[in-house]
């Protein structure tokens, strides 16, 4: 796996990073690989790792009243963590799961702190992945306030075009916001009464 070319692709996405910044990231991160089902982090627990993609898809999710509510998603290429514990030290809300086996870079809080305040470039980098997160989130909340359960299924796949064949539809459907039920209704329209 070629670590720099992935930085490179992250950077793109995001801001990209001197070469030193981007040296001294892949000093202090490591390659790791999960499997399918595997949880990384539990509510409740505090967060000092997150995760880029190279390979698979991760979730962050909710249990409410013993219901799993899924609150994003992350591909090849995007970052997952559980950003609440990740950046604020507190307990987190979140459970993160890897939904496929997956290859990733992971990192600590503690690096992204020594390299934020060493390197501009990085402080960027982490404040414009915080800002897609976070837009990202406030894009999901109008979606779900404002949209009919359709029109926020089309909007995801405009997103992530191939996430019924990565992401189980149970996950997909509390991430709309709707019953699995409902979900499919939505994907087979000649099965609506």
Not at 1 to 29: R, T, W
Request: one cysteine or more; a negative charge; hydrophobic letters at 35%.
């Amino acid at each position: 796996m070629n670590v720099d070319k992935v930085l490179n692709e992250i950077g793109v996405i995001y801001s990209p990073l001197s070469n030193e910044c981007h040296q001294e990231f892949i000093a202090n991160s490591k390659i790791n690989t999960f499997k399918k089902g595997e949880i990384v982090v539990r509510e409740g627990q505090f967060s000092e790792k997150a995760y880029i993609i190279v390979q698979g898809c991760a979730r962050a999710y909710y249990l409410k009243d013993g219901k799993d509510i899924s609150d994003w998603f992350s591909f090849e290429n995007e970052i997952m963590t559980a950003i609440v514990s990740f950046f604020s030290k507190e307990p987190s809300p979140h459970y993160v799961e890897f939904v496929e086996d997956s290859i990733v870079i992971e990192f600590s809080k503690e690096t992204v702190d020594s390299l934020s305040n060493k390197y501009h470039d990085f402080e960027r980098f982490i404040s414009k992945v915080v800002t897609q997160t976070m837009l990202g989130l406030c894009e999901r909340l109008y979606t779900i306030q404002f949209n009919k359960a359709d029109d926020r299924y089309k909007h995801l796949l405009s997103i992530y075009p191939e996430i019924t064949n990565r992401i189980p539809l149970t996950h997909i459907a509390s991430y709309l916001g709707i019953t699995l039920e409902t979900l499919s209704r939505i994907r087979n329209p000649k099965n609506r009464i």
